[in-house]
T-cell receptor
Framework: AQSVTQLDSQVPVFEEAPVELRCNYSSSVSVYLFWYVQYPNQGLQLLLKYLSGSTLVESINGFEAEFNKSQTSFHLRKPSVHISDTAEYFCAVTYTQGGSEKLVFGKGTKLTVNP | DAGVIQSPRHEVTEMGQEVTLRCKPISGHNSLFWYRQTMMRGLELLIYFNNNVPIDDSGMPEDRFSAKMPNASFSTLKIQPSEPRDSAVYFC???????????????FGPGTRLTVL
C-alpha cells in the first residue's frame, strides 16, 4: 500500500514570505498526486493535482507543486503567502487495491501566516 | 449546487450510546466515501460506495461501525456502542466516477465533530 509523508507538521511564516510544504510518497509506480487545503472548521478542498503531462502544476491562487519521480516527491510552494493562506494542507496519492482506486492522505501541515 | 451535506455538525454523546452520522452527496455523483480524521492518525478512509454498493470497507475499525447507502442521495455511518476513542471528525465525500483509469475528484462535506464522553 501507498504511504504519504509530510515532513513538517507545522510551518509558521510571515506574510509575503515564500513557503514550501514538503511531501514524499512511498512508491514510484504510476500515481496521481494531490494537494488538498482545509480551512478552519471546513472540509477539504482540492488545491491542485498531477495526473500526467507537465510535472509542474499550478493552482488559481498562486500555489504550485512539482512532481519529481526520482525523488518520489510532490512539494507545494508559493513565492509570497497571504494571511488568508493560513490553513492545513494535505498531500494525497492514489493507489489501486483489489481493482478499486483509493486516496491515501498525509497527516497534514498546518501553515500559519503571521502579519 | 449545495455541495456535500453532513449532519449533525457536532455531536456529543456518552459512552455506550448509538451515534448516527448522515450524509447527502452531490446530486449526480455515484461514489461516496466516509473518512475519519484524528490528531494521531490523520485522515483515514473508512468505507466507500459506488452506485450505492459498498466496494471497500477494510478501513472500518471494528464491528461497532456500520455504514449504509439506501439510495443515491443518502448515506449513514453508525457507531453502536460508541466509545471515547471514537471521538474524531468524520467526513463524507462524493465523486463522479467516469472510468477506472482516470482519477475523479472527491468533494468533501464540512464534517461532523463527534465527542464521546
Amino acid at each position: 500500500a501507498q504511504s504519504v509523508t509530510q515532513l513538517d507538521s507545522q510551518v509558521p511564516v510571515f506574510e509575503e514570505a515564500p513557503v514550501e510544504l514538503r511531501c514524499n510518497y512511498s512508491s514510484s509506480v504510476s500515481v496521481y498526486l494531490f494537494w488538498y487545503v482545509q480551512y478552519p472548521n471546513q472540509g477539504l478542498q482540492l488545491l491542485l493535482k498531477y495526473l500526467s503531462g507537465s510535472t509542474l502544476v499550478e493552482s488559481i491562487n498562486g500555489f504550485e507543486a512539482e512532481f519529481n519521480k526520482s525523488q518520489t516527491s510532490f512539494h507545494l510552494r508559493k513565492p509570497s503567502v497571504h494571511i488568508s493562506d493560513t490553513a492545513e494542507y494535505f498531500c494525497a496519492v492514489t493507489y489501486t487495491q483489489g481493482g478499486s482506486e483509493k486516496l491515501v492522505f498525509g497527516k497534514g501541515t498546518k501553515l500559519t501566516v503571521n502579519p | 449546487d449545495a455541495g456535500v451535506i453532513q449532519s449533525p455538525r457536532h455531536e456529543v454523546t456518552e459512552m455506550g450510546q448509538e451515534v448516527t452520522l448522515r450524509c447527502k452527496p452531490i446530486s449526480g455523483h455515484n461514489s461516496l466515501f466516509w473518512y475519519r480524521q484524528t490528531m494521531m492518525r490523520g485522515l483515514e478512509l473508512l468505507i466507500y460506495f459506488n452506485n450505492n454498493v459498498p466496494i471497500d470497507d477494510s478501513g472500518m475499525p471494528e464491528d461497532r461501525f456500520s455504514a449504509k447507502m439506501p439510495n443515491a442521495s443518502f448515506s449513514t455511518l453508525k457507531i453502536q456502542p460508541s466509545e471515547p476513542r471514537d471521538s474524531a471528525v468524520y467526513f463524507c465525500a462524493s465523486s463522479l466516477v467516469r472510468g477506472r483509469s482516470s482519477y475523479n475528484e472527491q468533494f468533501f462535506g464540512p464534517g461532523t465533530r463527534l465527542t464521546v464522553l
